[in-house]
């Protein structure tokens, strides 16, 4: 265990949440002090106030629109680091964690300088990773999505916010590939389990279909090009298999998803739109 006990708080960030998100946010509250619960609704529903006003721990922010989730973690991690926490749990309204998913993320602080560790993300499940081996220890990782991590607030404070103009999508990758820029750790506690829902994803031999929309198309595609161009000196392998993973995004697009058309022409804008330096919420 940890040489002292860090304060943490939470933050999920939510957008037309329904019941399956009260219930997610349910699995973790009771394993931290507060939760930031920080609404990207552009008209928020009496029902969600609600359902988030049964605890005291909760702590509501409506943005009345839709900020992204980079800009709703940085309102996230502002308050706890007012409020004087150490760590923060990033969630998503998808995300459900284990009873224990906490204090297994904490056990790798064990024997470590935890003013260099950035991030302890858990182990994800999903439609595309059944497995539910939990062989334990903790490793560092390059990318791991941002739902479940514990994000160190003083190595926040160091090494900046999480980028705005991202919006959605890659702004987990961008802010771990800096991290370890910088010289501090990203690590997975494999025995800290998230169930993660990650839209109607199926896989299909070495593919894997996540039938997202076409404007989450364009974001994936924009965003990744940028975060490619600032670190691919730093990561090329990384970088190299981003590329790979895009090609096989295009033909699961093309041979397993509806849409097709509207996929691929969106995408093509989010690459026009990385090339002219436009980023941001799209706008038509």
Known sequence: MPPYEPRIAAVVVLYNPGDEAFYNIASYLEQVEVLYAVDNSESPSPRTLVALGVSSKICYLP?????????????????????????????????????????????????????????????????????????????????PMTSGNLLNLQVYLDAGQFRDELFIDFVDNEYCLRLRRRGFSVLRADQAVLYHSVGDTRRYGPFIATNHSPLRR????????LVNRLYRRDFPGHCLFDRVRLTKEIFSILIFEGGKLAKLCMMWRGYLDYRRGRFGKYKE
């Open 63 to 143: 943005n009345n629109s839709n900020l992204g989730v980079a800009r709703a973690l940085n309102i996230g991690a502002k308050k706890a680091i007012e409020a004087g926490f150490d760590l923060l749990l990033t969630m998503d309204q998808d995300s459900r964690a284990a009873p224990d998913m906490v204090e297994c993320l904490l056990e790798c602080l064990a024997g470590r300088d935890m003013t260099r560790v950035g991030i302890i993300s858990p182990f994800h499940l999903t439609a595309a990773c059944r497995s539910t081996r939990r062989q334990g220890g903790c490793r560092e990782v390059m990318t």
């Open 218 to 225: 364009y974001y994936k595609t924009r965003n990744r090009f």
